[in-house]
């Protein structure tokens, strides 16, 4: 079974820096959106401050490494460099599924990280459905332990689990046994999805489980059904795969309906985030973060330098959509008005009626 999910990991790895699996006919949404314009800010940009605070962790951009890799010798490279740029620019971290680790504790040094990121947010990770698959607290603990996490995210992926030959497909009773995940650890735990969106009412039942946040991973970046679809021989099967290459929810949605159904929790943006200005537009769209995958899975295969230049730029681009909208701090930017379709869209942030500003 170890060998098992060590030769997905591959295949998925190899997939996603090979093989075309961006979605090619929907979008994220961002470029539905425009902020309104600040000519005059009133302050210098070296005024402009990108950093927060999340789980009693600074981060100096609200900015996500998300789930990615694990379980072979090529992806421990990939997770330690992606660890020691975080390090570096001050950033969050999700590992991916480490299901393989914990059925085969050879595996573990493949997630680990710490030694060269002591200082990060960093978010272990499993699939909820192994909650109906003999996992529970036992396991989640093992997998936090496993990489001296901060906190837990657990991912729902029924349409990969479903494309997957060998998938597991019982997601019965999952909303209890998160909740019971909830109780009974003393970090928080997140829940993500791998592509497709999360959307108001699963938000909400998750919202009454406990959960502390969210990662939507809408539709619009990666789709793991390009992927499955590039793993799959059966001539037949494949074209199931591929039916289902555009499915889901964009991220821009996600993102609406979340925060609409759980106003109160995390919510990290991610599936297509592909610039600062797509961060900045998330935030004003109601998320707090944003989390990117594929272009740093890109940049990591390459070397630790490329993957921080990939994330300077992006922190650049962020200071500077927000000096362009007067906005110093993140509360401000989730003020600032959007335009979309000719239309104003108030900030996540904002309050009360008016002319929108600035």
């Given at each position: 079974m170890a060998d098992q999910h060590s030769q997905r990991k591959r295949?998925?790895?190899?997939?996603?820096?090979?093989?075309?699996?961006?979605?090619?006919?929907?979008?994220?949404?961002?470029?539905?959106?425009?902020?309104?314009?600040?000519?005059?800010?009133?302050?210098?940009?070296?005024?402009?401050?990108?950093?927060?605070?999340?789980?009693?962790?600074a981060l100096r951009a609200p900015i996500f490494i998300s789930a990615l890799t694990g379980g072979t010798a090529e992806a421990q490279e990939i997770n330690r460099r992606l660890?020691?740029?975080?390090?570096?620019?001050?950033?969050?971290?999700?590992?991916?599924?480490?299901?393989?680790?914990?059925?085969?504790?050879?595996?573990?040094?493949?997630?680990?990280?710490?030694?060269?990121?002591?200082?990060?947010?960093?978010?272990?990770?499993?699939?909820?459905?192994?909650?109906?698959?003999?996992?529970?607290?036992?396991?989640?603990?093992r997998a936090l332990e496993m990489i001296g996490a901060d906190g837990l995210a657990l991912h729902l992926n029924p349409l990969q689990e479903a494309l997957q030959p060998e998938g597991n497909t019982d997601f019965r009773g999952l909303k209890e046994k998160i909740a019971a995940v909830c109780r009974g650890l003393a970090v928080p735990v997140l829940v993500k999805e791998v592509g497709w969106g999360i959307s108001g009412q699963v938000a909400a039942m998750l919202d009454e489980a406990g959960v502390a946040g969210?990662?939507?991973?809408?539709?619009?970046?990666?789709?793991?059904?390009?992927?499955?679809?590039?793993?799959?021989?059966?001539?037949?099967?494949?074209?199931?795969?591929?039916?289902?290459?555009?499915?889901?929810?964009?991220?821009?949605?996600?993102?609406t309906l979340v925060r609409q159904a759980a106003p109160s929790r995390l919510l990290i943006a991610s599936g297509g985030v592909r610039s600062g200005v797509d961060v900045a537009k998330a935030l004003a769209l109601g998320a707090d973060a944003a989390g990117l995958g594929l272009p740093l899975l890109k940049a990591a295969s390459s070397s630790r330098q490329a993957v921080v230049n990939y994330l300077e730029r992006l922190i650049h681009e962020l200071r500077l959509a927000m000096f362009c909208?007067?906005?110093?701090?993140?509360?401000?930017?989730?003020?600032?008005?959007?335009?979309?379709g000719g239309r104003w869209r108030r900030g996540a942030g904002e309050q009360g009626s008016g002319t929108p500003a600035p």
């Open positions: 295949e998925h790895l190899r997939i996603a820096l090979e093989e075309p699996v961006e979605f090619q006919r929907v979008s994220a949404g961002f470029e539905r959106f425009s902020f309104v314009h600040c000519a005059l800010p009133e302050f210098s940009l070296d005024e402009v401050e990108t950093g927060l605070s999340l789980f009693g962790k660890a020691r740029a975080a390090q570096e620019l001050g950033l969050a971290m999700t590992v991916g599924s480490q299901r393989a680790a914990i059925e085969d504790e050879a595996l573990a040094s493949t997630y680990q990280v710490r030694d060269v990121a002591p200082d990060i947010l960093l978010f272990a990770n499993l699939g909820a459905v192994q909650l109906n698959y003999g996992y529970g607290l036992g396991e989640c603990r969210f990662e939507v991973a809408g539709a619009g970046g990666t789709s793991f059904s390009a992927i499955e679809m590039h793993r799959i021989k059966d001539t037949a099967r494949r074209r199931v795969a591929q039916a289902f290459a555009d499915w889901g929810l964009p991220t821009v949605e996600c993102i909208t007067g906005a110093r701090t993140i509360t401000e930017l989730k003020g600032r008005p959007l335009v979309a």
